[in-house]
């Protein structure tokens, strides 16, 4: 029985020797750090991103060329950081930026999520100064009457009033012949021009002035750029812009420089028209020009 118990003692000692030769051979194979076993284990609790952030956006410009817009449509991100290539940078969610001029620049956008993971996303933006078309002038007929009563036809519109008369009277008017507006009010001058650039300052000038025929009267006389119309009842709703001017400012018997400041709005078309009342009047020397 002693010989039994000594054997099992004799191979027991020789089991555990042998386990603690592997666990040596075991343990000097590997890094025994505290840091290379916490690499190798997880967080109490951790689980994979099953929804990692994607980064995207896209790019809108603006009227002013240098500025532009840019619209995140990243996914499952809580943070935000763009770059926008030129030295500027925001957290914002979405971004938006004016580059200091032309070139190309690259914009990225940064998306990171609650766990720290993040993703990246980039554009090239080509900043250009677009080419403006020059504005278009129109072209006004007959714009000094010097054509005597053939002047007339491009100034003329019976569905609005009588034509105007031309006249050659000394101090009424520039080169041959000037336009005039009898006492009674019941001429006009309507010309249809283009073509214009929408959306942009014009300024008419023209000379005028007046000869006092009705001494308790103050007349006046109304330049306007109106739409196109073939109704006087029209004119209110047809009006873009309109000055008047009167005799007891402008004075009487020698020409005055006039002009009226207006913006083509989305007309192409537009008309000159012009009436007086109360009194004479007389107008000439059109011209047209955009206002820088």
Same mark, same amino acid.
């Given at each position: 029985m002693?010989?039994?118990?000594r +054997?099992?003692i004799? *191979?027991s000692?020789?089991?555990?020797?042998?386990?603690?030769?592997v666990?040596?051979?075991?343990?000097? $194979?590997c890094?025994?750090?505290i840091?290379? +076993?916490?690499?190798?284990?997880?967080?109490?609790n951790s689980?994979?991103?099953?929804?990692?952030?994607?980064a995207?956006? =896209?790019?809108s410009?603006?009227?002013?060329?240098?500025?532009?817009?840019f619209a995140?449509?990243s996914?499952?991100? !809580?943070?935000?950081?763009?770059?926008?290539?030129?030295?500027?940078?925001s !957290?914002e969610?979405?971004?938006?930026?004016t580059?200091p001029?032309e070139? =190309?620049?690259?914009? !990225?956008?940064t998306?990171?999520?609650?766990?720290?993971?993040?993703?990246?996303y980039?554009e090239?933006?080509? *900043?250009?100064?677009?080419? *403006?078309?020059?504005?278009?002038?129109?072209?006004i007929?007959?714009a000094g009457?010097?054509?005597?009563?053939d002047?007339?036809?491009?100034?003329?519109?019976?569905?609005?009033g009588?034509v105007?008369?031309?006249?050659?009277?000394?101090g009424?008017?520039?080169?041959?012949?000037? %336009?005039?507006?009898?006492k009674?009010?019941?001429?006009?001058?309507?010309q249809?021009?283009?073509e214009? !650039?929408?959306?942009? *300052?014009?300024?008419?000038?023209?000379?005028y002035?007046f000869?006092?025929?009705?001494e308790?009267?103050? $007349?006046?006389i =109304?330049?306007?750029?109106?739409?196109?119309?073939?109704?006087?009842?029209?004119?209110?709703?047809n009006?873009?812009?309109?000055? =008047?001017?009167?005799?007891?400012?402008?004075?009487?018997?020698? +020409?005055?420089?006039g002009?009226?400041v207006?913006?083509?709005? %989305?007309?192409?078309?537009?008309a000159?028209?012009?009436?007086?009342?109360?009194?004479e %009047?007389?107008i000439?020397?059109?011209?047209?020009?955009?206002?820088?």
């Open positions: 002693k010989n039994i118990n +054997l099992k004799g *191979v000692q020789q089991l555990m020797a042998t386990l603690l030769f666990v040596s051979i075991a343990f000097v $194979g890094d025994p750090t840091d290379a +076993l916490a690499f190798n284990l997880p967080e109490a689980q994979e991103d099953l929804t990692p952030p994607s995207e956006f =896209t790019v410009p603006t009227a002013d060329f240098l500025t532009y817009t995140n449509e996914r499952s991100a !809580t943070s935000y950081v763009w770059d926008y290539g030129d030295g500027n940078s !957290t969610l979405d971004g938006i930026n580059f001029g070139g =190309t620049y690259t914009v !990225t956008l998306a990171t999520d609650d766990l720290g993971v993040s993703s990246t980039s090239e933006i080509n *900043v250009v100064e677009p080419i *403006v078309p020059p504005t278009l002038i129109p072209v007929l007959e009457f010097d054509n005597g009563n002047s007339r036809d491009p100034w003329r519109n019976s569905d609005l009588g105007i008369q031309i006249t050659s009277s000394n009424y008017h520039e080169g041959n012949n000037g %336009a005039k507006l009898p009674s009010g019941d001429r006009i001058g309507y249809l021009i283009g214009f !650039t929408p959306n942009e *300052v014009y300024e008419l000038k023209f000379k002035t000869r006092d025929q009705e308790a009267e103050n $007349g006046s =109304t330049i306007a750029m109106v739409q196109p119309m073939n109704s006087i009842d029209q004119l209110e709703d009006t873009i812009s309109s000055i =008047t001017y009167t005799e007891d400012v402008a004075g009487v018997g020698s +020409l005055v420089s002009s009226l207006f913006n083509s709005g %989305a007309n192409s078309a537009l000159i028209f012009f009436y007086n009342d109360a009194d %009047a007389y000439d020397s059109f011209e047209i020009e955009a206002v820088e």
